[in-house]
Each structure stands twice: as structure tokens, then as C-alpha cells.
């Protein structure tokens, strides 16, 4: 549209001069003083379109102006006003540490002075990106607790802390906007799976052996509803997948969409978010259990 305008004007220049033809001499110097006065008015009336209509395509506004008190001091936003942004900066180094454990408070694994004896993995100055060789895999044999074998739970403590900031709370230098911690666990619980059995004498299903004990009697007549309820066992997680999101975004505020929500922590001193760090059990299916 602003092309189509400025050709038009153009345009009609150049038929009002030809409909004129010559002017008279006498007048040349009035009339071409008049030409360059209009001409410049034109261009400034099309300049200021053109920021008109290009202001409204990138959707800029002004800002309004800020509010102040009555002494002329600017008023204090809210913080849960402010906008949520990323405490962590992009390409920032940091240390990662993961540590395993029936325990299931973070705290005191990490914290325990026996710690290292639980810390399985520890890379530094790992690069908050996600350039190629950001990713790394590594393949561990572990020894199965007795606490698995009796239907326990086993956790992985997992802990982001930037380059040369310290973990321990206790430390002067500690700063909580600079630490991630996570736990998952590495223990799903199921329904015991049932013993397929077979009447190779009867030819009976699946179904009418299970509900027929072998003494004859049906489980229905017993009347016992606790029969009925399955039995729920740990299944082992072979595998652990994390996953740093490598998201930057500025949200308004109580503006991060509902389906993601969840997964950002908010600091409520600054109103901005720590690395979301994803847990991926996506392709964790029931057969690898």
C-alpha cells in the first residue's frame, strides 16, 4: 500500500505539469519556489505515513508513561508484576552432579558427609546451549539394593549449579538463584503382572483358570474382596534421560501457557524461572521395565 501511494503522487506530478505546458516566463521564479515548498510539505506528510503504517505492522505502541508518586518518585512494581525471565543466561557454564539413593531427601544425600560414596555422575563446566556437543551418554552397572528386592524405592538427586558457585547453603558465597536442585525417581510401581496358566485336559481359557482355585472352589463365593485387588511391585528404570531446556523466553506476568506451566520454578524474590531441567521417560516403555 505505501508503494502504491508513493507512485500515485508520482504520477500525478507529472500529469499536472504536462496538463500546464509551459508557464510564463515572468512567473518562473514564483512558481518554481512554490514547487519546491510543496514538494518538500509532500515528502514530509509521507514520511510521517510511512511510520504510521510501519509502526502498526511491527505492533509497537507507546509506552505510557510511568507512574509516580507525589513527591515525584516512580512507583514500585510488584514483583509478581514483573515480567518471568531466565535467571540463567544462555551459554553459561555450569556443574552437573547426580547422585543415587533410597534416601529420598535431596538434602540429606548432597548434604550427607559420606556424599561422594553416592555421587555417580559429575561433569563441569558444561555449557547451557544445545550445541551438539553440549550432549554426552554414559553407561553405568549399579548393585542392586536389598531395598529394591523388598519392593523399595531408589531415587536419583540431580543437582545444576553454575561455574563457581557452591552448593552447600551454608557457604558465605552461596546464591540460590545460581543452584537447581531435582529429584526423580528411578522406581516405577505396576500391577504384579499374572501367571498365565493353561488347562491342557480342559481346554479352559485363561479367564476360567484364574477364577477357579485348584481346589475347586470359585474366589467369588469366598467372598473376599482383597483377592480381587492386584498386587503393586517396583519395576527398575534402566534408563535416565534429563534434559535442559534451552528456553530464554520473556513471559508476562501469570502469562506462561497452562500446558508448561508445571514445569517452570519461579523465584518469587525476582519473579523469574530457573532452568526448566526435563525428565524424558517418554520412550520408557512398560517392556523395558
Known sequence: NISTIYSDSVNSQIMSAQAAGPAQQGGDDQQQGG????TFLRWIMMYY????????????????APKVNEDGTPVEIPTSQLPHKALWKPNSRYNLKVYLSEEEDLFKVVYDKNADDNMVYNKMHVEFSCADQVFDEQNMNLTIKP??????????????????????????DFDHTKVLFRTHPLVKYRPKPKKKKENLLFGKDDKEVDDTKED??????????SESIPDIINYWKPEMTLRPLCDWTTYGANTIPLQIAD????????????????????WLLGDKL
Open 35 to 38: 514547487g519546491w515548498g510543496s
Open 49 to 64: 505515513v510511512i511510520n504510521f503504517f510501519m509502526s502498526k505492522w511491527k505492533g509497537t505502541t507507546n509506552q505510557p
Open 216 to 225: 475347586g472352589t470359585d474366589d467369588e463365593s469366598e467372598g473376599d474382596e
Open 263 to 282: 514445569h517452570y520454578k519461579i523465584d518469587i524474590a525476582t519473579n523469574r524461572y530457573w532452568p526448566v531441567l526435563y525428565m524424558d521417560d517418554f
Open 147 to 172: 531395598i529394591l528386592r523388598n519392593n523399595g524405592s531408589y531415587y536419583a538427586h540431580i543437582i545444576m549449579s553454575q561455574f563457581g558457585y557452591p552448593i552447600d547453603e551454608d557457604d558465605d
